[in-house]
């Protein structure tokens, strides 16, 4: 906020971390300037937040379900690499002045 001072809002992708947001807000004065703005779980931390004006608001997020599809993503990521073909090897020859090798890549077959 000393580098940017005339912000105006704050989105903030975690309640937890918000805190710290919160903090330099009031520690600047800034309560009554800047909105701040967080992901959260309905926790009811997250209420008392809101009350005391700490948060100016929470968007609520599924994390069971963000978690369900990161899961799914991850797993259906697995199961696409194990039926590729393995990598190509490698071959290495070094530079004109032989000082470091240069990896490349075998072409296609080989």
Same mark, same amino acid.
Do not use: H
């Given at each position: 906020?000393?580098?940017?001072?005339?912000?105006?809002?704050?989105?903030?992708?975690?309640?937890?971390?918000?805190?710290?947001?919160?903090?330099?807000?009031?520690?600047? $004065?800034?309560?009554? $300037?800047?909105?701040?703005?967080?992901?959260?779980?309905?926790?009811?931390?997250?209420?008392?937040?809101?009350?005391?004006?700490?948060?100016?608001?929470?968007?609520?997020?599924?994390?069971?379900?963000?978690?369900?599809?990161?899961?799914?993503?991850?797993?259906?990521?697995? $199961?696409?690499?194990?039926?590729?073909?393995?990598?190509?090897?490698?071959?290495?020859?070094?530079?004109?002045?032989?000082? $470091?090798?240069?990896?490349?890549?075998?072409?296609?077959?080989?």
């Amino acid at each position: 906020m000393q580098q940017n001072p005339d912000i105006c809002g704050i989105i903030d992708f975690w309640d937890g971390d918000a805190t710290g947001a919160a903090a330099a807000i009031r520690d600047a $004065k800034l309560q009554d $300037k800047v909105f701040l703005v967080t992901t959260g779980g309905g926790e009811t931390v997250d209420c008392n937040y809101i009350n005391d004006g700490t948060f100016g608001a929470v968007v609520m997020t599924d994390l069971a379900g963000q978690s369900r599809d990161m899961n799914a993503i991850v797993n259906s990521c697995c $199961k696409a690499a194990s039926r590729r073909a393995p990598p190509r090897p490698t071959s290495t020859r070094w530079s004109a002045r032989g000082r $470091k090798p240069i990896s490349r890549q075998a072409p296609a077959g080989i």
